[in-house]
């Protein structure tokens, strides 16, 4: 009997890559298509590459088979088949709600999604007390602080660029002039993000202190390199000219955020289906288990075939129908995402990319005033995030009660 559960799981876990990929290419890519730094098949084209990439060969091999430390394990079941059932229900559910909401073409968290899915196992299987409600709070919590400490980063970094480069006569020459602080800035953040406190920074013994210091480094070499490569490259020395420095700009960031993105969300499909594989292997119920690179990369494979077929849906809500953006916006867009969700996972906040990266689209909008966004779709976005926890958690709890009547 556990074979079939073991199969089910490796299954369910390919739907729910699948449906990851097609709703969270959009916090990276969205912003890209939205101001015309790449067409759409391009962005599906890139997102995919880099989401399979950042799964396979960047993601954690060890996760916790409960994410987050949602529930409390000893007070649900030592019993290994209930756990293997009650995670094979959890992804089955996590995977339904983010596919309604991806048809929907509506950005949701996916990591909120398989919490809340998990909440609803602990409630149906160990009560109330199986549950760790301070985290829950947190995640609350996360709903208001990740959009807004984003929005208002990406408006303040919009802010800064109009004031310094775009309201003067001469901005291209003004753009060329600052882009060593852009260029630096951007690429500061994305070494840091992969060197401090991250296994591939434990595996090379960086310390926190010599991660900044390494991306220091880095940061102004490669800065100075820029501005030369943007000087020598392009010809236009208008507003376009101007746009093209930040189009590239934000091609590189969307780049980071798509690799970020396979590397971290792969395990909200593989961390269940590593835990029903441990269980099966192992015959006993396990809170962290190492994932096999096969597992990885399987993720990594469905996640890319997700962003190939479905990922142009919320790209579309994201990237045209919050407000409109242009190469400079887009880039504060994606400089305000990465940067606050650094920052929020550094200290240890459990922030969504996928409200950052909205959070940070309505920041740039209204820096152009509030007629500039469209708080209808923003309204309906905020419902469907807010929506996520329950209705990921109660078809939990029902799919748990049959696959109980059916395996035990």
């Known amino acids: 009997m556990t074979e079939l559960i073991l199969v089910l799981g490796l299954l369910t876990g390919a739907y729910m890559a699948w449906n990851i990929g097609a709703n969270d290419v959009a916090n990276g890519m969205a912003s890209a298509v939205g101001a015309k730094a790449i067409t759409l098949r391009q962005a599906v084209l890139i997102g995919g590459i880099l989401d399979f990439i950042g799964a396979t060969f960047v993601g954690s091999h060890v996760t916790a088979t409960i994410r987050g430390n949602i529930l409390v394990a000893e007070n649900i079941t030592q019993d290994p088949q209930i756990m293997m059932l009650g995670m094979l229900a959890a992804l089955l559910s996590a995977a339904f709600w983010v596919f309604v909401a991806t048809w929907s073409q509506f950005p949701v968290s996916t ?48 802010h800064f660029v109009r004031k310094t480069i775009l309201e003067w006569p001469n901005a291209f020459v003004r753009a060329l002039r600052w882009s060593p602080l852009f260029a630096g800035a951007t690429l500061f953040t994305i070494v840091l993000s992969f060197l401090m406190k991250t296994p591939l920074g434990k595996r090379l013994q960086i310390s926190g202190w010599s991660a900044l210091g390494i991306a220091l480094g880095i940061s102004v070499v490669l800065g100075l390199i820029a501005q030369e490569w943007l000087g020598r490259t392009i010809r236009r020395f208008d507003e376009e000219g101007v746009e093209e420095i930040f189009r590239r700009f934000q091609v590189f960031t969307s780049c980071y955020v798509a690799l970020a993105h396979g590397a971290n969300d792969v395990a909200n499909a593989v961390g269940p289906v590593a835990g029903i594989y441990a269980i099966y292997t192992t015959q006993s119920v396990v809170t962290t288990t190492p ?25 579309e809500t994201v990237g045209r129908r919050i407000t409109t953006l242009t190469n400079t916006r887009g880039f504060a867009v994606d ?21 950052a990266a909205v959070g940070a689209v309505i920041g740039v909008g209204l820096g152009g005033g509030l007629a500039a966004v469209d708080f209808k779709v923003v309204f309906k976005i905020i419902i469907y ?20 009547w059916i395996f035990h």
């Open 335 to 355: 400089f305000g995402t990465a940067t606050s969700v650094l920052v929020a996972s550094k200290m240890g906040l459990p922030v969504s990319t996928t409200h």
């Open 291 to 315: 994932v096999p690179t096969w597992l990885l990369a399987g993720g990594g494979f469905f996640i890319a075939l997700g962003v190939f077929t479905w990922g142009y849906r919320v790209i």
């Open 111 to 158: 990591t909120h999604s398989i919490v809340g899915a998990l909440i609803g196992f602990g409630i149906v299987s160990g009560g109330f007390r199986a549950i760790q409600w301070a985290k829950i709070t947190a995640i609350v919590a996360s709903w208001i602080i990740s959009p807004i400490f984003a929005g208002l980063l990406a408006f303040l970094i919009f």
């Open 385 to 404: 995030w807010v929506i996520t926890l329950p209705l990921a958690a109660i078809p939990t709890m029902m799919i748990f009660k049959m696959l109980m």
